[in-house]
């Protein structure tokens, strides 16, 4: 994790956004953290985590999935 201060993310902000792709940004002021760029990548483990708790704890196995995604498909 890189830290910046923000007189720095102003004047490199292209090289910044870009360093966010692959690890995460801190931005300071006065030496306090103000903010974080990170990158925009979904987590795929954590989103499907998230839609199995919509189904109030369902277990899914493997071949629940596949037979769902074979129906889709049809």
Avoid: C
């Avoid at 999935?65 to 889709?72: G, I, N």
């Amino acid at each position: 994790m890189k830290q910046i201060s923000i007189t720095d993310l102003k004047a490199n902000t292209g090289l910044y956004v870009n360093m966010a792709q692959d690890q995460d940004v801190i931005i300071t002021r006065n030496g306090k953290a103000i903010a974080k760029l990170v990158t925009i990548k979904p987590n795929k483990k954590a989103s499907w985590e998230h839609v199995k708790g919509l189904f109030g704890g369902m277990t899914f196995t493997d071949e629940d999935v596949a037979r769902a995604r074979e129906e889709r498909l049809r």
